[in-house]
């Protein structure tokens, strides 16, 4: 059974600072089945980038995804106010056929 | 627009059923790979289930045998048929769209959720 990673668990940074998240999986997963989504309180995820580096439509370039193999990272190079959220990793294709990770929660410094 | 609605949601005693119904507008239900996927309080994102443009359904452990996934082509809409529902089940249930031409192996809509309370 895949298992999905992230940490940190908790990130504390600033406005206009770089974001780093990192999500690790527990077997070697193709790079076309792994997602990344913001969730903000009390709102629906939203789909940020698909097929590791791909970004969803009108997702703003300052959201980067990478990596290969088991280890995948989500990068916000300047972060703006509004992106201080929580993010999951998910990976699709793999027993389970879907598989979140625990989550990465942004907050402001 | 494309737009999912969810409803159906509500309190319910353990060993209960409740079907979920999430309304699709914008597109073809069955042209799409539909999913659920739940949160349950303060916690993060479990898929549930799928079913393929084709039929195939599949669960997660957790629910295998007692969900059921469908959906009605005429009406496009989707459903979640719950059965011998546990204390565990209590979350916020999502629906969400795979279109796999656009955003292949990942979910780019979703429905604004139904809420799912379990409890004696």
């Known amino acids: 059974e895949i298992v999905l990673t992230q940490s940190p668990g908790t990130l504390s940074l600033s406005p206009g600072e770089r974001a780093t998240l990192s999500c690790r999986a527990s077997?070697?997963?193709?790079?076309?089945?792994l997602a990344w989504y913001q969730q903000k309180p009390g709102q629906t995820p939203r789909l940020l980038i698909y097929?590791?580096?791909s970004r969803a439509a009108g997702i703003p370039d300052r959201f980067r995804g990478s990596g290969s193999g088991t280890d995948f990272t989500l990068t916000i190079s300047r972060l703006e106010p509004e992106d201080f959220a929580v993010y999951y990793c998910?990976?699709?294709?793999?027993?389970?056929?879907?598989?979140f990770g625990q989550g990465t929660r942004l907050e402001i410094k | 627009e494309v737009q999912m609605v969810e409803s159906g949601g509500g309190l319910i005693h353990p060993g209960g059923s409740l079907r979920l119904s999430c309304a699709a507008s914008?597109?073809?239900?069955?042209?799409?790979?539909m999913t659920w996927v739940r949160q349950a309080p303060g916690k993060g994102l479990e898929w549930v289930s799928i079913?393929?443009?084709?039929?195939?359904?599949y669960y997660a452990d957790s629910v295998k045998g007692r969900f059921t996934i469908s959906r009605d082509n005429s009406k496009n809409t989707l459903y979640l048929q719950m059965n011998s529902l546990r204390v565990e089940d209590t979350a916020v249930y999502y629906c969400?769209?795979?279109?796999?031409?656009?955003?292949?192996?990942?979910?780019?809509?979703w429905g604004q959720g139904a809420t799912v309370i379990v409890s004696s």
């Open positions: 998910q990976q699709y294709g793999s027993s389970p056929l879907i598989t």
């Open positions: 969400a769209r795979e279109d796999d031409n656009l955003t292949p192996r990942a979910f780019d809509v």
């Open positions: 914008g597109f073809t239900v069955s042209d799409s790979f």
């Open positions: 079913i393929f443009s084709v039929g195939n359904t």
């Open positions: 077997q070697i997963i193709s790079t076309k089945y």
């Open positions: 097929g590791a580096s």
